[in-house]
């Protein structure tokens, strides 16, 4: 039988549809509203040096604003703390930050770009 060459998507994942982003659980909460729980697949980069790290500090949940989706969403990230492993910098750990949720954002960058494509001139 033939083995994927590549890690699969999972099915919550790929529907949810937040790029750089896994969906680790999903609930179903009062009033049709879901929380969704995701972790970030970026690798974790120190803003400072540039140098990957490989060893978690620690985690801690987030709530970020986004779009619904196929309903209201509570969207939760699961966002690392990472050792930086490199010597001679300065910055001994940094927290993650990807392109859809940049660093000190409250909100994903698709729901930012949604409330600026619908505001109305004034
Ligand atoms: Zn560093």
Redo the contacts with the bound molecule.
């Keep these: 039988m033939p083995k994927p060459t590549s890690a699969a998507i999972d099915a919550a994942t790929t529907i949810f549809n937040l790029p750089g982003y896994r969906v680790l659980d999903a609930d179903a909460l009062s009033f049709g509203q879901r929380r969704i729980t995701v972790e970030s697949t970026d690798p974790p980069g120190?803003?400072?040096?540039?140098?990957v790290?490989s060893r978690r500090k620690e985690r801690r949940l987030q709530r970020v604003r986004d779009i619904p989706v196929a309903g209201p969403v509570e969207l939760i990230w699961a966002k690392r703390r990472w050792f930086?492993?490199?010597s001679?910098?300065?910055?001994?750990s940094?927290t993650e930050a990807t392109i859809e949720v940049p660093r000190f954002a409250r909100s994903t960058r698709r729901l930012t770009a949604g409330v600026q494509t619908c505001a109305l001139p004034i």
Excluded: I, M, N, Y
């Design positions: 120190c803003p400072a040096c540039g140098v790290s930086c492993d490199e001679l910098c300065a910055r001994k940094f």
